[in-house]
């Protein structure tokens, strides 16, 4: 069982950036694709960035294309996503998720794994 817990979240202005991390319980950490998804108020959980397992072939949804960057630290069971030039429409609560895949599925029902999500909230 992997325990994951999200922290990083804030209210920040738009063009502003925040750093999202996700620390994984347990020594198995390496074995999983991970993923962040986000969902916003009245709409459904969408993809946002994943990240293979040992960090090769990260790539990220149309909308966050060039400011949103997923890395992870295996040595220390974390995965990271920075958010840069924030947006209103950025605004969600932000969930990691691992798969135990070698690439990181898109859809949600792949992903084995949740952390309880962190508040981003985008003043304009």
């Known amino acids: 069982q992997v325990q994951l817990v999200e922290t990083g979240g804030g209210l920040v202005q738009a063009g502003g950036s925040l750093r999202l991390s996700c620390a994984a319980s347990?020594?198995?950490?390496?074995?999983?694709?991970m993923g962040w998804f986000r969902q916003a108020p009245g709409k459904e959980r969408e993809f946002v960035a994943g990240i293979s397992r040992f960090g090769a072939t990260p790539y990220y949804a149309n909308p966050v294309k060039g400011r949103f960057t997923i890395s992870r630290d295996n040595a220390k069971n974390t995965v990271y996503l920075q958010i840069n030039s924030l947006k209103p429409e950025d605004t969600a609560v932000y969930y990691c998720?691992?798969?135990?895949?070698?690439?990181?599925?898109?859809?949600?029902?792949?992903?084995?794994?949740w952390g309880q999500g962190t508040q981003v909230t985008v003043s304009s």
């Open positions: 347990g020594n198995t950490f390496s074995s999983y694709a």
């Open positions: 998720a691992g798969a135990r895949t070698t690439l990181a599925p898109k859809i949600a029902n792949d992903y084995n794994y």
